[in-house]
Structures are given as structure tokens and as C-alpha cells.
């Protein structure tokens, strides 16, 4: 289970009591977490991460789920090396330039890295962009950034993977579920589609979910799409 931008495992804690019978593992992204970065990474270089942590653990194949990010992240590595994926699902994903995305991410780090702004300051600006309106009626809770995390690490993260444009790429045969919430300002609809044309694929949209759609509205779907993969 790969986590997005701007969070670290954690971010699944509230998936996880509908996995009982699986072994899960969650991993942090570089510079999220309890990661750190070294200098300037890729999407590649991140994937390169999740098949060191899957060969330290004698993990052949896995069923990867990402969120945001990881969703470009699991997307890499069921295109490099289809073997090592039994399925993928993408929760989210940013997969297509978002040039209204990209430009909002830097400009409130930019604040950061002056010191204008804190971290929490971002997390709340980030969370309220991601919350659907009915999230943002209702006080549903949205992810938190833990208050560790060095603007740094963010700068190096955010540049890594916005803008990032997947149009075009291909599979190679590996089953995917792509899910997205309807008020979800950041997933590009037709970007989407296109992702869940390929044999095998499905597509679910959430209605009136945002970018980081509750447990209860995908998780079944998640596991059900497991399941029929699994052979």
C-alpha cells in the first residue's frame, strides 16, 4: 500500500480493519514519514524503493494499492516489471498534468521554504483543497501531515511527481481499478476513463467523495477487485 503526496503509511490506518486475511504491507515514500531524502529522486527512483522493500521481505508479487502519488508510483512498476503486480489499484491517482495542481503545491511550499508559513499551515490549505463539499459540511476528517516533515523533503517529493503526464503508457496486461471521487477537483474524469479502458480494468467514481475518499465508500470494491485477481 503506497501513500501519496504530503502523507506516510499512516494515511491507511483506516483501511486497514477490512483486510483481516491479507498481509499488508504499508510503506513510506521518500522523504514522507520516517523516510529521508538524499538529494533530487524520480517516480522511478520510488518505484526502485518498492521492489527493494518487496525483495527484503521475499515478496515475488503483490497486489499494490496506491493513493495519489502512490498511484504513479504502483502505475511505474506494473509498467517495468508486470510480473511483480497482480493487480493495481489507483485510489485518486495523478496520472495526467494538472498544470492548476502543480502551480497550487508550489507556490504554498514556496511559503514554506521562506518561512512565511509552517508545515500545519500547508497541511490545513492541502487538506481543504483535497475535502469534498460534503466532507467540508459534514467535518469529516482529512488526512494530517505529522509535523516532521522538513520542507525540504517536500520540495524534493512535490518535484518528483507534479506535474506528471502517464497518457499513452501501457499495462502490459496487469488488471487495474482505478477509483475517483466525482468532486474531486484534482483527477482529470477523461484521464481516468482512459486508464480503465484496458482489458481487465475497471473503473469506480465516487459520488460526492473528494480526493481522499472514505474507507467505507471503496473498500469493498478494493478487496472484491483483489480477490478475482488472485489466482
Request: proline residues 5%; glycine residues 10%; aromatic residues 8%.
Amino acid at each position: 500500500m503506497l501513500p501519496g503526496f504530503f502523507t506516510d503509511r499512516s494515511f491507511w490506518n483506516p483501511y486497514l480493519a477490512v483486510l483481516d486475511g491479507f498481509t499488508v504491507v504499508a510503506m513510506d515514500m521518500r522523504g514522507c514519514g520516517d523516510t529521508r531524502s538524499e538529494g533530487p529522486f524520480t517516480i522511478g527512483d520510488m518505484m526502485d524503493d518498492v521492489v527493494r522493500v518487496m525483495d527484503s521481505l521475499g515478496i515475488w508479487s503483490a497486489h499494490v494499492v496506491g493513493w495519489d502519488t502512490g498511484s504513479a508510483v504502483g502505475f511505474a512498476l506494473a509498467r517495468s516489471h508486470p510480473l511483480r503486480v497482480r493487480s493495481l489499484t489507483m485510489i485518486s491517482p495523478v496520472l495526467c498534468d494538472d498544470m492548476r495542481t502543480g502551480t497550487l503545491y508550489r507556490r504554498i511550499l514556496d511559503r514554506v521554504m521562506i518561512g512565511t508559513s509552517d508545515i500545519q499551515s500547508l497541511s490545513d490549505a492541502v487538506n481543504t483543497f483535497w475535502a469534498s463539499p460534503r466532507q467540508l459540511e459534514n467535518g469529516m476528517p482529512v488526512h494530517r501531515v505529522s509535523g516532521d516533515i522538513r520542507p525540504l523533503d517536500l520540495l524534493l517529493h512535490l518535484k518528483a511527481t507534479i506535474p506528471g503526464d502517464y497518457e499513452g503508457e501501457s499495462l502490459h496486461g496487469v488488471p487495474a481499478l482505478t477509483i475517483y471521487g466525482s468532486d474531486d477537483i484534482l483527477s482529470d474524469g477523461s484521464c481516468m476513463r482512459r486508464f480503465a479502458e484496458g482489458a481487465g480494468s475497471e473503473l469506480l467514481i465516487l459520488e460526492s467523495e473528494g480526493h481522499i475518499p472514505s474507507p467505507a465508500s471503496c473498500m469493498r470494491k478494493i478487496v472484491s477487485f483483489i480477490r478475482s485477481n488472485d489466482g
